[in-house]
C-alpha cells in the first residue's frame, strides 16, 4: 500500500513540477509533511544533502524520501513515479508535435504558471527559514544564520558561484561557528 | 539490427557518463548534452538540440533528464528513450542512496550537525536563487506581479494544495493573454474606423 501511495503521489507531482527541480521542492515537501514521513527540519536536511549530490535536487530529494518510507523498492518506485510523466509527455510531443506550432498555447499558459511557481518557491524558502528558526527569534544562532544566508545569496545572485561550492563553504562556515 | 543495438548502447553510455559530473543541477548538464550529441556523435545538428532543450524546459520534471529522454528518442525511438533515461539516472540514483547510508550512520555526530547547521543558511539561499531565477522571466507586467501577490497571499492563509495553485495560475495566464491580444486587436479596430 506505501509503495502505491509513494508511486501516486510522485507521479502526481511529476506532472506538475514545471520550473525544474527546485519547482518541485514545495511539492514534495508538502506531500512529506502531510503524511507525516518527516518533519521541516528532516526534510530540510534532505534538501542539503539532495543540492550537495550531482543531479537534479528535486528528484535526489524524492528518492530519499521514497528510501525512507519504503526502502530500495520505495526508493525506484518514487524515482519511476517521478519520470513517469516526463517521459510520457515527451514522447506524445515527440510523436504529435512537429514544428512547436503550439508554442505559443504554451507561453500563453506559462505566462500565468511562472508567478505561481516563483511564488511557490519564496513560500517554502520562508517555511525552511521558519523550521530553521532563522527569522521567529533573535538570538546569535539566527543572526548567524541570516549573515551566512545573505552571504550565500550575494554570490549565487552578483558572482553567479557555482551551488555546489557555496553548499561546500557554508558546510564549513557551520564547522567555524556551531562547532 | 546490430547497428541499432550500437546505438543504443552509444546512447546509455554518453548519458551515462554526462550525469554523475553535472553538479548544480539540470542547466549546468546541458552544455555537456550538446558537445557530446552534436559535436561528438553527430546524432542531431544544432537546430534540432535547441528545439530539443525547449520542449524539455516546457514538460514538467528536471530539465536535464527531460533532455536525455527526447534526444534518445529522436536518436533511437521509443528503447532509445528508455536507454538514455536509465543512462542518466542510474548514477544518481547509486550515488543518493549511498549518500542516505551516509547521512544515517554520521547524523548524530557533533561536527556533521554543525555542518548541517550551517547548510541550511546556504539551501535557503540557494531557493531563494532559484525563486530569483524563475522571477527574472516570471514578471514582466503588473499582471505577473498581482499574480504573484496573490499565489502567495494564498498560500500563506490557506492551505491550499500547490497542485490545483499551479492549475489555476496556467488557466489564468491563458485568460489574459487571451484579454490582451483581443483588446490589442480591438484598439487596433478603434484607429482604422476613426481614420
Known sequence: ?179 | MEMKLKTLYKLFFTFLKVSPITFGGGYAMLPLIEREVVKRRKWLNEHEVVDILTVAQTAPGAVAINSAIFIGYRVAGLLGSIVALFGIMLPNLLIVIIAIFMYFAFRDNPIIEAVFNGLASAVIALIVYAAYMIGRTAISDLTTIVIALISFIILIFLNVNPVLLILGGGFVGLIFSKLKVTRKEKRKNRRRNVS
Open chain 1, 1 to 179: 500500500m506505501i509503495y502505491f501511495q509513494l508511486f501516486w503521489n510522485f507521479f502526481v507531482i511529476g506532472c506538475f513540477s514545471f520550473g525544474g527541480g527546485y519547482a518541485m521542492l514545495p511539492l514534495i515537501d508538502r506531500l512529506v509533511t502531510s503524511h507525516g514521513w518527516m518533519s521541516v527540519e528532516e526534510f530540510t536536511e534532505v534538501i542539503a544533502i539532495s543540492g550537495m549530490l550531482p543531479g537534479s535536487i528535486g528528484i535526489n530529494a524524492a528518492v530519499f524520501v521514497g528510501f525512507q518510507t519504503a526502502g530500495f523498492t520505495g526508493a525506484a518506485l518514487t524515482a519511476l513515479g517521478m519520470v513517469l510523466p516526463s517521459f510520457i509527455i515527451i514522447l506524445l510531443i515527440g510523436k504529435f508535435v512537429q514544428d512547436f506550432q503550439d508554442r505559443k498555447f504554451i507561453e500563453q499558459v506559462f505566462y500565468g504558471l511562472r508567478p505561481v511557481i516563483m511564488a511557490l518557491i519564496i513560500f517554502s524558502a520562508i517555511k525552511f527559514a521558519l523550521s530553521m528558526e532563522i527569522i521567529t527569534s533573535f538570538s546569535w544562532k539566527s543572526t548567524s544564520f541570516l549573515i551566512v544566508f545573505l552571504i550565500a545569496l550575494g554570490f549565487l545572485i552578483f558572482k553567479k558561484t557555482h551551488p555546489m561550492l557555496v553548499i561546500f563553504i557554508s558546510g564549513i562556515c557551520g564547522i567555524i561557528l556551531y562547532y
